[in-house]
C-alpha cells in the first residue's frame, strides 16, 4: 500500500476523481499514479470522451470492468509520452493562466507550450490547440522556425508551413543542428536544401550576366547609357545579390533598380530596361521556387498516411 501511495502523483491525484491512470514512461520507470475526473475529459477532448462512452456490461472480465477505478488497475497512457508533458497539459486543463510556468523573461514557458500543443493534438484537444497557437504567435520569431516547422508539420498547424520555411530559408544551413534537422524531418529538409540550392544557382546566373540594356528612342546618349548600366550591374549589383551576411532578394532588387537613379543612365533607358527585365520574369523565379516548395510541403500535410508517419516524430520528441 505505502508503494502505491508513493506513486500517487503529488498534485494531479484527486481524491474525488473519478478516473485512475498510469503512466510509464522513459522519465518515470517506476510510474505515476493521476486521479482525474472523467467529467472534466470528455467534456474538453475528444479522444476522452470517446474513450470513456465505450458500453460496459456484466459479460466483460471484472479486470476490464474495474479498470481506472483503482489503483492497482489503472487506466494506462502510452508510454511514448513522457511524465514532464503528461503534467504541462493537466497544468493547463486544471490551473488558471496566472499559474501556467514562466520563463526568466516572464512569458509563458516555450516547453508548456510545446507540450500542451502537442498533447492537445493527440487527445483532440480544441481549446487546448487554439490556446498553444496563440501564445506561439504572440512570441514571433522567439519561436525557432525549426521548432515552428515541426509543430506545423506534426500538430496539423498548416498555416504555419509559409512562414516557418521562409524564416529557414533566410537562414544560412550552417546554422541548423542536428536537432534542427530532426525537428524539420526528412521531406521538410529536403525541400530545404533543394530550394536554397536552386536559388543560389539562380542568383549566380544573375549576378554572371549583366542584362542588355534597352535603350529608348528619345535617348541621344545611348553608348553612355549602356557603359553606365554595365557599371552599375558590375560594381553594385553582384555585391548585392552576393553579399555573404544579407544578400538581397532578386524582386527587391529589381524594385531598387526602378526606383534607384542609376549615375549615368538617362530615366527613359532605366525605366524600359526595368520593365523588360520585368517581363523576362527571371527575377521572380526565386519567390516561384519558394512557392513550388510551399505547395509540395502543404501538399504532404494532406496526406493521411504521411501525417501519421510524422506522428512517429511527435512521440519520440515527447519522449526525450
Not at 533543394?194 to 539562380?202: H, N, V, Y
Amino acid at each position: 500500500m505505502d508503494y502505491i501511495f508513493s506513486r500517487r502523483h503529488p498534485e494531479f491525484y484527486f481524491s474525488d476523481g473519478t478516473a485512475v491512470f498510469e503512466l510509464v514512461s522513459r522519465d518515470c520507470p517506476g510510474g505515476v499514479l493521476y486521479k482525474l475526473h472523467i467529467g472534466l475529459l470528455s467534456h474538453r477532448s475528444g479522444f476522452f470522451a470517446t474513450l470513456f462512452s465505450l458500453p460496459r456490461n456484466q459479460s466483460q472480465s471484472k479486470q476490464i470492468l474495474s479498470e481506472g477505478t483503482v489503483d492497482d488497475n489503472p487506466i494506462k497512457f502510452p508510454s511514448t509520452l513522457s511524465r514532464s508533458d503528461v503534467d504541462y497539459l493537466l497544468m493547463y486543463l486544471y490551473r488558471g493562466p496566472s499559474m501556467y510556468p514562466m520563463d526568466r523573461t516572464l512569458v509563458l514557458s516555450q516547453q508548456f507550450l510545446v507540450s500542451v500543443l502537442k498533447l492537445s493534438t493527440f487527445f483532440e484537444i480544441e481549446d487546448g490547440i487554439q490556446f498553444a497557437v496563440r501564445e506561439f504567435t504572440r512570441l514571433g520569431n522567439r519561436l525557432h522556425p525549426a521548432l515552428q516547422f515541426e509543430l506545423a508539420r506534426c500538430c496539423g498547424i498548416d498555416i504555419w508551413i509559409p512562414h516557418a520555411f521562409r524564416r529557414l530559408m533566410l537562414m544560412d544551413i550552417t546554422e541548423l543542428d542536428a536537432g534542427h534537422v530532426a525537428q524539420i524531418g526528412r521531406s521538410g529538409y529536403f525541400w530545404l536544401t533543394q530550394t536554397k540550392a536552386k536559388m543560389q544557382a539562380l542568383r549566380f546566373k544573375i549576378a554572371f550576366h549583366v542584362p542588355p540594356i534597352v535603350n529608348s528612342p528619345e535617348c541621344d546618349t545611348h553608348d553612355a547609357c549602356a557603359t553606365a548600366w554595365t557599371q552599375e550591374w558590375q560594381d553594385h549589383v553582384r555585391q548585392l545579390i552576393h553579399h555573404p551576411e544579407n544578400p538581397i532578394p532578386c524582386v527587391t532588387l529589381l524594385h531598387d533598380l526602378r526606383n534607384v537613379h542609376v549615375t549615368g543612365l538617362c530615366e527613359k533607358c532605366q525605366d524600359l530596361t526595368v520593365t523588360w527585365l520585368w517581363g523576362k520574369c527571371l527575377f521572380t523565379q526565386e519567390e516561384d521556387l519558394f512557392e513550388e516548395a510551399v505547395q509540395a510541403l502543404e501538399k504532404l500535410q494532406s496526406e493521411e498516411v504521411l501525417r501519421e508517419a510524422a506522428w512517429d516524430s511527435v512521440l519520440q520528441y515527447i519522449s526525450l
